[in-house]
């Protein structure tokens, strides 16, 4: 069974929990060879990286501020482009 984001109720526990502008925290594990793809999200960022215990995946990391909901919402929505993620 798929996964099915609901993207309204996420935005809106984002705009009650959250006082924008804001740094938010982006967590992505991609398949290695991809991360990449993960920092052309957010290239203005410093994105920290770690390698699985056995090479195949990595665990990257991006703090960024946001100034709302939308743009944390964008940076998602063209994240799920990218094959093989998972966001956490």
Do not use: H
């Not at 996420?10 to 793809?37: C, D, H, S, W």
């Not at 960022?45 to 919402?73: H, R, W």
Request: hydrophobic fraction near 45%.
């Amino acid at each position: 069974m798929k996964f099915k984001f609901d993207r309204q109720a996420f935005k809106e526990k984002l705009e009650a929990q959250t006082a924008f502008p804001t740094l938010y925290m982006f967590k992505f594990i991609v398949p290695n060879g991809r991360e990449l793809e993960i920092a052309a999200l957010l290239p203005n960022n410093k994105m920290t990286i770690k390698e699985s215990s056995k090479g195949k995946y990595v665990a990257a990391t991006i703090k960024a501020m946001m100034p709302n909901s939308d743009a944390i919402l964008d940076v998602y929505d063209r994240a799920s482009k990218i094959e093989g993620l998972i966001s956490l």
